[in-house]
């Protein structure tokens, strides 16, 4: 089992910046990559980023590409979302995934793990 514990979330204004955090414990070994997804109400799960544990490699979504930057700290089992230049529509509940499969990391069905998800709130 893996536990995830987001943190970091809250109210900001349009322009403003952000940092998410999630803190990973329990058998984290092995694992392929985590990511970040986002839920706005009455909306599905969508994909924001994702970093490959090993390689560090990073995908993002497009409409979060040049203003987000994901990151991860191994040696603390911690992974990053800064986000910057934040707009209203980026208004959601940032959930953090744990994935030991890779079935593309875009895709929900490759993380095993979620956490129980951070609000993040931009005002106009």
């Known amino acids: 089992q893996v536990q995830l514990v987001e943190s970091g979330g809250g109210l900001v204004q349009a322009g403003g910046s952000l940092r998410v955090s999630c803190a990973a414990s329990g058998r984290t070994f092995g694992y392929v990559a985590m990511g970040w997804f986002r839920q706005a109400p009455g909306k599905e799960r969508d994909f924001v980023a994702a970093?490959?544990?090993?390689?560090?490699?990073?995908d993002y979504a497009d409409s979060v590409k040049g203003r987000f930057t994901i990151s991860r700290d191994n040696a603390k089992n911690t992974m990053y979302l800064q986000m910057n230049s934040l707009k209203p529509e980026d208004t959601a509940v940032y959930y953090c995934?744990?994935?030991?499969?890779?079935?593309?990391?875009?895709?929900?069905?490759?993380?095993?793990?979620w956490g129980q998800g951070t609000q993040v709130t931009v005002s106009s």
């Open positions: 970093i490959r544990w090993r390689s560090g490699g990073t």
């Open positions: 995934a744990f994935a030991t499969q890779d079935y593309g990391l875009r895709f929900r069905s490759s993380y095993d793990y």
